[in-house]
């Protein structure tokens, strides 16, 4: 992946949403009561020197380089240990913090110097959930974040030879309180990660070995492709983007949400990044319980909290274990002891939750592209856009998309802003964009499509024009900024228009029931 993306394209973009800008009728700046040192702290940080540099310059073979840490993220000052294989006789480790940075959107923070390379084995899955660990390897070192910032990181691993991978980290932080909470979506990396051969989806024989996929993954294993594949397609832009507007941020992933009871304490908001699936039952509670205390919830992606997880422990610590035995439930240790935590999706046996009490929208379907299409122009969130009944936007949606059904799930009141007509799987049926509010005054948001985030690089991936980018920015720079503000219900309460959709209360694709 070429992570060097136009970044004149993306800074003029911001620039035209920057401090200054007046949006949905609150400052950049925020209310007085907005925590002014964290506001600082994002500001001063990213108006230090970027790194342009930043990109894998060449991956090689898959195992030319690679590597993974034995901590999903770290409170700062706090260590972690690397482990590494490599072919090469001697590698070198850097870590830069994903931000602005003036459009160079990472900065160096830490370099190792020459560091002795060595090959470590590839394991066989074992067990009956056919699980691949890589606890077994050697560390290569460890590393301190004394002087690291908050943030979301990329260790970048460059052997003697060239080749290059990189392994993510989070450094937390310590306290949410005042603050937009940014949630890493480790469970779901690991999820899709076929490092050794399996993930939950596949076996050693590709897509069509769903029979030998893992029933758990570990997050003892490097991350396979570059090393951070889904961060930088559906996180790292909209990161680039939260820090570029000067936000009081907190950073964590959502395996520390299934740790910490308190985490989400007096947070403004909390964001789901563009690909968030697996759920734990105390993730999802706790995202629904903070809401209910005001905290804003925004979803920048689509198919969000769909599949139930539950975490266990690893030779490297609690919660490195991602369970979830999706369509072979009875199969679940759990299944007759505690139906509530059999892991398969929410929506289904035996204990079915469907995830859109939370997230307004319910996934429907992949794979497809669509126009998206503008409902609402009138709504706050589309302010400064220039948005009319006539603006579509193409492909947009996809390639996996969530609808508001209506059903007796649905949070009320909600309203659709987007409205967009798409075929899929053969069935006519639509996506929505939805904003409701919560009695608590929260407001929830849901893009209700998997491209949202990859749109705001404005690189034109998968035919989405670039000049649409800055459609999807100012959008997300309006929610972003009101939601830093607190409960956003109190400002802008959803005008509640679900009949004007004739919605339809179940999974049109499924049913093979077209809607147009």
């Given at each position: 992946?070429?992570?060097?993306?136009?970044?004149?394209?993306?800074?003029?973009?911001?620039?035209?949403?920057?401090?200054?800008?007046?949006i949905a009728g609150c400052t950049a700046g925020?209310?007085?009561?907005?925590?002014?040192?964290?506001?600082?702290?994002?500001?001063?940080?990213?108006?230090?020197?970027?790194?342009?540099?930043?990109?894998?310059?060449?991956?090689?073979?898959?195992?030319?380089?690679?590597?993974?840490?034995?901590?999903?993220?770290?409170?700062?000052?706090?260590?972690?240990?690397?482990?590494?294989?490599?072919?090469?006789?001697?590698?070198?480790?850097?870590?830069?913090?994903?931000?602005?940075?003036?459009?160079?959107?990472?900065?160096?923070?830490?370099?190792?110097?020459?560091?002795?390379?060595?090959?470590?084995?590839?394991?066989?899955?074992?067990?009956?959930?056919?699980?691949?660990?890589?606890?077994?390897?050697?560390?290569?070192?460890?590393?301190?974040?004394?002087?690291?910032?908050?943030?979301?990181?990329?260790?970048?691993?460059?052997?003697?030879?060239?080749?290059?991978?990189?392994?993510?980290?989070?450094?937390?932080?310590?306290?949410?309180?005042?603050?937009?909470?940014?949630?890493?979506?480790?469970?779901?990396?690991?999820?899709?990660?076929?490092?050794?051969?399996?993930?939950?989806?596949?076996?050693?024989?590709?897509?069509?070995?769903?029979?030998?996929?893992?029933?758990?993954?570990?997050?003892?294993?490097?991350?396979?492709?570059?090393?951070?594949?889904?961060?930088?397609?559906?996180?790292?832009?909209?990161?680039?983007?939260?820090?570029?507007?000067?936000?009081?941020?907190?950073?964590?992933?959502?395996?520390?949400?299934?740790?910490?009871?308190?985490?989400?304490?007096?947070?403004?908001?909390?964001?789901?990044?563009?690909?968030?699936?697996?759920?734990?039952?105390?993730?999802?509670?706790?995202?629904?319980?903070?809401?209910?205390?005001?905290?804003?919830?925004?979803?920048?992606?689509?198919?969000?909290?769909?599949?139930?997880?539950?975490?266990?422990?690893?030779?490297?610590?609690?919660?490195?274990?991602?369970?979830?035995?999706?369509?072979?439930?009875?199969?679940?240790?759990?299944?007759?002891?505690?139906?509530?935590?059999?892991?398969?999706?929410?929506?289904?046996?035996?204990?079915?939750?469907?995830?859109?009490?939370?997230?307004?929208?319910?996934?429907?379907?992949?794979?497809?592209?669509?126009?998206?299409?503008?409902?609402?122009?009138?709504?706050?969130?589309?302010?400064?856009?220039?948005?009319?009944r006539s603006t579509r936007i193409p492909n947009?949606?996809?390639?996996?998309?969530?609808?508001?059904?209506?059903?007796?799930?649905?949070?009320?009141?909600?309203?659709?802003?987007?409205?967009?007509?798409?075929?899929?799987?053969g069935v006519r049926s639509y996506q929505d964009?939805?904003?409701?509010?919560?009695?608590?005054?929260?407001?929830?948001?849901?893009?209700?499509?998997?491209?949202?985030?990859?749109?705001?690089?404005?690189?034109?991936?998968?035919?989405?024009?670039?000049?649409?980018?800055?459609?999807?920015?100012?959008?997300?720079?309006?929610?972003?900024?009101?939601?830093?503000?607190?409960?956003?219900?109190?400002?802008?309460?959803?005008?509640?228009?679900?009949?004007?959709?004739?919605?339809?209360?179940?999974?049109?694709?499924?049913?093979?029931?077209?809607?147009?």
């Amino acid at each position: 992946m070429n992570t060097q993306w136009n970044r004149r394209h993306f800074l003029g973009s911001a620039a035209g949403i920057g401090a200054g800008a007046v949006i949905a009728g609150c400052t950049a700046g925020g209310s007085p009561s907005t925590p002014a040192r964290s506001r600082e702290a994002v500001r001063d940080e990213n108006s230090l020197r970027g790194h342009h540099d930043w990109g894998l310059g060449r991956r090689g073979d898959d195992r030319a380089i690679e590597g993974y840490t034995d901590r999903v993220s770290v409170l700062p000052g706090e260590t972690f240990r690397l482990f590494v294989s490599t072919t090469g006789r001697t590698f070198r480790a850097e870590a830069f913090r994903m931000g602005w940075y003036g459009g160079a959107q990472a900065r160096r923070v830490w370099k190792s110097g020459d560091l002795p390379g060595r090959r470590q084995p590839v394991p066989d899955a074992a067990g009956e959930t056919r699980t691949v660990s890589a606890a077994e390897w050697r560390p290569s070192t460890r590393i301190s974040t004394g002087g690291w910032p908050e943030g979301s990181y990329l260790i970048r691993l460059t052997a003697d030879s060239g080749d290059q991978r990189y392994v993510p980290v989070t450094v937390r932080s310590r306290s949410a309180a005042g603050k937009v909470v940014l949630m890493n979506a480790v469970t779901t990396w690991q999820a899709y990660n076929t490092w050794g051969g399996r993930s939950l989806y596949q076996g050693p024989d590709g897509k069509g070995d769903y029979d030998g996929r893992s029933l758990a993954v570990s997050c003892d294993r490097p991350y396979d492709h570059n090393g951070a594949r889904l961060f930088l397609v559906y996180e790292q832009p909209a990161i680039a983007l939260a820090e570029s507007l000067g936000l009081p941020l907190a950073y964590t992933t959502n395996m520390d949400l299934d740790a910490d009871l308190g985490l989400l304490a007096r947070a403004r908001a909390v964001i789901s990044l563009g690909h968030d699936e697996y759920w734990t039952p105390a993730m999802r509670h706790r995202v629904t319980a903070a809401r209910d205390r005001g905290t804003n919830v925004a979803f920048l992606g689509a198919n969000a909290c769909f599949r139930r997880i539950r975490m266990e422990s690893t030779a490297h610590g609690d919660r490195r274990l991602v369970v979830c035995y999706k369509t072979d439930w009875k199969r679940d240790p759990w299944y007759g002891r505690d139906d509530a935590g059999v892991t398969t999706d929410w929506r289904e046996p035996p204990r079915a939750d469907p995830e859109n009490s939370l997230t307004g929208t319910l996934y429907e379907s992949n794979g497809t592209s669509a126009v998206y299409t503008v409902a609402e122009p009138g709504h706050w969130l589309f302010a400064g856009t220039g948005a009319t009944r006539s603006t579509r936007i193409p492909n947009l949606v996809g390639t996996e998309y969530d609808r508001v059904t209506g059903d007796a799930h649905t949070p009320r009141p909600i309203e659709i802003i987007a409205h967009s007509p798409l075929k899929c799987r053969g069935v006519r049926s639509y996506q929505d964009s939805a904003y409701y509010t919560a009695e608590s005054g929260a407001g929830v948001f849901n893009t209700g499509t998997m491209r949202w985030v990859e749109s705001l690089k404005g690189d034109g991936a998968h035919g989405i024009p670039p000049s649409s980018a800055r459609f999807t920015r100012r959008v997300t720079a309006n929610l972003l900024r009101a939601f830093a503000q607190g409960p956003a219900g109190r400002r802008h309460s959803a005008r509640d228009n679900l009949a004007r959709y004739d919605p339809f209360p179940s999974n049109a694709i499924s049913l093979h029931h077209d809607l147009w």
